[in-house]
Nanobody, 120 residues
Framework: VQLVESGGGLAQAGDSLRHSCLTS????????MAWFRQAPGKKREYVAG???????NYGDFAKGRFTISRDMTKNMVYLEIMNLTPDDTAVYYC???????????????WGQGTQVTVSV
């Protein structure tokens, strides 16, 4: 199983951005999928998850501006972020796992991460 993220880069405050995670095989339909992020000097934190049955879950800070979705026909998982702020500057990671959890260590497979830098 492999996960490959894309969609990072430079942005300005107020912009919107969409991350994409390409999964190998049927990962997106057989694993729960999630997005995490890690800002400089901080621990990796849970952003959002989407379950095999289709439900979604968000970290407290992510409710309202972040949307997770998936397209099983394309083996893709997405994370859209609205109204970016400099606090969203981080490396964003896609993850796959068999357990519904917001804990980093409960996720089995990780992508390489994609950097997002938001300027004022």
């Amino acid at each position: 199983v492999q996960l490959v993220e894309s969609g990072g880069g430079l942005a300005q405050a107020g912009d919107s951005l969409r991350h994409s995670c390409l999964t190998s095989g049927r990962t997106a339909s057989t694993y729960h999928m999630a997005w995490f992020r890690q800002a400089p000097g901080k621990k990796r934190e849970y952003v959002a998850g989407i379950w095999t049955i289709g439900g979604t879950n968000y970290g407290d800070f992510a409710k309202g501006r972040f949307t997770i979705s998936r397209d099983m026909t394309k083996n893709m998982v997405y994370l859209e972020i609205m109204n970016l702020t400099p606090d969203d500057t981080a490396v964003y990671y896609c993850a796959a796992g068999k357990r519904l959890s917001q804990e980093v260590h409960h996720w089995d497979i990780w992508g390489q991460g994609t950097q997002v830098t938001v300027s004022v």
